[in-house]
């Protein structure tokens, strides 16, 4: 499924139909992301960054510095992950798009930071998403007073020209070894005044996860992925990661993490440890680091932990960074997203 097709094309109603496509492969995950997509008065950009997670499953990320499009669209830094990992016993995927400065409109809607989150798990016998984490920060629209929300599904709230919709949210899947969720936290839709058809379309903080998965003997060296939100309302971070073993193979993965709050953007550049911590569901893994764009760092993720499903309220995340006029940790139980080990 390509995402780029699907926010391009102007009826919901397809939308939903090339969503409900992800579920074809038996066994399979996958997530996408992208910050912004406009698709409006005749220009087209986007989405973009834009991140697709192969069917078995990694880690992909993309981040830009700050996008404008002149009358239409303009933000700083966008951020995306997506995750996803198949293991003996379930199968997950998760993705998040976070977007700081949101101007839509010449300023008729406006955002400090729109996070999208899309989980999805399954383990042979039941499949659910979620949306948790996901929330829009400083939302103003038609010049309403800032305000910190997280709106029901697909809120929409009428704006000259057409309408915007909070919180889309698109599911499908059987609930028992499918799920899928696609999470659009801002999609401005733009309506011909005479006939009423969609003219064309801008979105913000696009998130999508979706598992289809039955049970079935496997097995390998142990790896963790997952990824998630910190915090609330203003003060959050954003990450995604993979880490593990692969025998002789020796370590791999990869991290991506910014704590919104402060500004500090890091990008793991190798997996230099990776240990199962012995007696519970958490691993530690460290590595080097590039931090707001300069190497010369260190990461470490002093405890990541499934502690079971849902993953937000229940899983942990800790991490310290370290560097040149750095010294940096956080830590704290999930508000959005969820981890998913698989032991040995």
């Keep these: 499924m390509n ?111 729109v996070v999208a989150m899309s989980s999805s798990t399954a383990d042979g016998s039941t499949a659910t998403s979620t949306s948790e984490g996901s929330a829009l920060i400083g939302l103003s629209i038609n010049g309403s007073s800032p305000t910190d929300v997280t709106p029901p599904p697909n809120t929409r709230i009428s704006i000259l020209g057409g309408t915007v919709i909070l919180n889309e949210q698109i599911a499908s899947g059987d609930g028992v070894h499918t799920s899928a969720l696609t999470v659009n936290m801002i999609h401005v839709v733009f309506n011909d005044q005479l006939t009423g058809a969609i003219t064309g379309d801008i979105v913000v903080s696009s998130a999508h996860s979706d598992v289809n998965f039955t049970a079935a003997p496997k097995t390998g060296n142990a790896f963790m992925t997952g990824g998630g939100k910190l915090g609330t309302g203003r003060d959050i971070a954003t990450f995604g990661f993979n880490a593990g073993s692969r025998g002789a193979g020796g370590l791999h993965g990869q991290l991506q993490y910014i704590d919104h709050a402060t500004g500090l953007k890091v990008h793991s550049l190798s997996v230099d440890s990776f ?19 300069a190497d010369g760092y260190s990461y470490t993720v002093n405890q990541a932990c499934d502690n079971g499903e849902p993953g937000v309220g229940h899983d942990t995340f800790d991490i310290s960074v370290s560097g040149s006029g750095v010294t940096y940790s956080r830590g704290g139980t999930l508000t959005g997203g969820n981890l998913q080990l698989h032991p040995e």
């Design 275 to 293: 240990g199962v911590m012995a007696g519970t569901p958490c691993v530690t893994f460290s590595g080097s680091a590039r931090v707001n764009g």
């Design 3 to 113: 995402l780029r097709m699907r926010h391009y094309l102007s009826s919901l109603a397809a939308i939903g139909l090339l969503v409900g496509a992800t579920n074809a492969h038996s066994n399979s995950v996958s997530g996408e992301a992208f910050g912004i997509s406009v698709n409006a008065a005749g220009v087209r950009v986007g989405p973009t960054p834009h991140v697709v997670l192969p069917p078995d499953g990694g880690m992909v990320r993309d981040q830009l510095l700050g996008i404008a499009v002149p009358n239409l669209a303009a933000s700083t830094t966008l951020g995306v992950v997506t995750t996803g990992s198949i293991g003996p016993n379930t199968a997950s995927a998760q993705s998040s798009a976070s977007v700081e400065n949101v101007n839509l409109l010449n300023g008729l809607v406006t955002a400090g930071i």
